[in-house]
T-cell receptor, first 117, second 116 residues
Framework: DTGVSQDPRHKITKRGQNVTFRCDPI?????LYWYRQTLGQGPEFLTY????????KSRLLSDRFSAERPKGSFSTLEIQRTEQGDSAMYLC???????????????FGEGSRLTVL | AQSVTQLGSHVSVSEGALVLLRCNYS??????LFWYVQYPNQGLQLLLK??????LVKGINGFEAEFKKSETSFHLTKPSAHMSDAAEYFC??????????????FGTGTKLQVIP
């Protein structure tokens, strides 16, 4: 097991284009998180999956953003009609936890850096 | 709602000096607290965590943190800084929610510079 992997690591796109990021979590992990990190800020929560179910979405996640986790394995985060304000590092994390458990370690990928021109 | 505040976005210490990174939390329930470290161009990795057992928690690379409920603090310390400690450090608070999962909220981070 090589940990959480994210692809691509870097993406440069023009305003208005669509982009998709992929996250492969640690194989036995049932929880998957997406965070966004901008310069000088800590990771901000975007969305959470328990297995294949998307259980929470932040209000930061506008209707241009969509995330999926088919079959409870890898996840994708798609941004439609990108805007310059979408430029950020998109972090994926996974963990293993039972319902109600809140003490687990999050394992992060190295992130996907998006630059919107 | 839970939150953490990290005092000082940048901290500089001399090699061999004490490292002290400050974190205060706000939580409506007994919190679980974490410190993560991020090296350039890498993901975050766990340094240590407090889960209501011992109030003094030891982590990797010689770091430790003390949970002080009366001060709502969870400051990170290391007796002697090493050049390899230069990184960004994030304090985080975790609590369960009505959905039954773990919600983790991060602070804004503190960049540690170690001066030779």
């Amino acid at each position: 097991d090589t940990g959480v992997s994210q692809d691509p690591r870097h993406k440069i796109t023009k305003r208005g284009q669509n982009v998709t990021f992929r996250c492969d979590p640690i194989s036995e992990h049932n929880r998957l998180y997406w965070y966004r990190q901008t310069l000088g800020q800590g990771p901000e929560f975007l969305t959470y999956f328990q297995n294949e179910a998307q259980l929470e979405k932040s209000r930061l996640l506008s209707d241009r953003f969509s995330a999926e986790r088919p079959k409870g394995s890898f996840s994708t985060l798609e941004i439609q009609r990108t805007e310059q304000g979408d430029s950020a590092m998109y972090l994926c994390a996974s963990s293993l936890g039972r319902t109600g458990e809140a003490t687990g370690e999050l394992f992060f990928g190295e992130g996907s850096r998006l630059t919107v021109l | 709602a839970q939150s953490v505040t990290q005092l000082g976005s940048h901290v500089s210490v001399s090699e061999g000096a004490l490292v002290l990174l400050r974190c205060n939390y706000s939580s409506s329930v007994p919190p679980y607290l974490f410190w993560y470290v991020q090296y350039p161009n890498q993901g975050l990795q766990l340094l240590l965590k407090y889960t209501s057992a011992a109030t003094l928690v030891k982590g990797i690379n010689g770091f430790e943190a003390e949970f002080k409920k009366s001060e709502t603090s969870f400051h990170l310390t290391k007796p002697s800084a090493h050049m390899s400690d230069a990184a960004e450090y994030f304090c985080a608070v975790s609590e369960g929610n009505s959905g039954g999962y773990q919600k983790v909220t991060f602070g804004t981070g503190t960049k540690l510079q170690v001066i030779p």
